[in-house]
């Protein structure tokens, strides 16, 4: 069926270094991924979007690679900084449905 | 732009009373979306509109109702609340597709 979920819950990383978090998807007829950023006690907030049609793009400190062969999602920050600590969805679209598919989420923590 | 707004921000509410989240939205979206997110989860999808007039069920509609009759308006109704419907309610909205979607703050909202 249907999903999208995450391999870690939890991502602790120190200020400056790199981070990857990643997300699994099980339906080989979504073509559309996008990532989003929730910061506590806010709504979520798009970062970065690909298409099945695209193995890797990026934006600024953010990179989203997509590797359709395995089915697999990673979104890599660079130089990771206090405010970059939120929890992050990686979210799917089915073919040519109205519908976005959220996974459970991965809380990125940021130390000194 | 005040982008989407929802009111109330916090509700309590009794087992078996009903109420109504407002969502409104000022950038002329014609995708409007309501999704729940319960403690430590991911978002799931309640009901969607692809424009005035016109909505349809997400992943859990039921105890739900909405309705669109405006272009920047998509109310989400609780008729006979139950304590499994305590949870974070958000409200979204999109120009042309499901892809990069605006969110409000959220409505938290508790049934004892």
């Known amino acids: 069926g249907e999903s999208v979920g995450l391999h870690l819950p939890t991502l602790s990383v120190q200020e400056g270094d790199n981070s990857i978090i990643n997300c699994a998807y099980s339906n080989s007829a979504s073509d559309y991924f996008i990532w989003y950023k929730q910061e506590s006690g806010k709504g979520p907030q798009f970062i970065i979007d690909?298409?099945?049609?695209?193995d890797k793009r990026q934006g600024q400190r953010v990179t989203v690679l997509l590797n359709k062969t395995v089915k697999h999602l990673s979104l890599q920050i660079a130089a990771t900084q206090p405010g970059d600590s939120a929890v992050y969805f990686c979210?799917?679209?089915?073919?040519?449905?109205?519908?976005?598919?959220f996974g459970t989420g991965t809380r990125l923590q940021v130390f000194p | 732009n005040a982008g989407v707004t929802q009111t109330p921000k916090f509700r309590i509410l009794k087992i078996g009373q009903s109420m109504t989240l407002q969502c409104t939205q000022d950038?002329?979206?014609?995708?409007m979306y309501w999704y729940r997110q319960d403690p430590g989860m991911g978002l799931k999808l309640i009901y969607y509109s692809v424009g005035a007039g016109i909505t349809d069920k997400g992943e859990v509609p039921n105890g739900y109702n909405v309705s669109r009759s405006t272009t920047e308006d998509f109310p989400l109704r609780l008729e006979l609340a139950a304590p499994s419907q305590t949870s974070v309610y958000f409200c979204?909205?999109?120009?042309?597709?499901?892809?990069?979607?605006?969110f409000g703050p959220g409505t938290r909202l508790t049934v004892t």
């Open positions: 979204a909205s999109s120009y042309g597709g499901p892809g990069e979607q605006y």
């Open positions: 690909i298409r099945s049609n695209m």
């Open positions: 979210a799917e679209i089915v073919g040519n449905t109205d519908k976005l598919i």
């Open positions: 950038m002329n979206h014609n995708y």
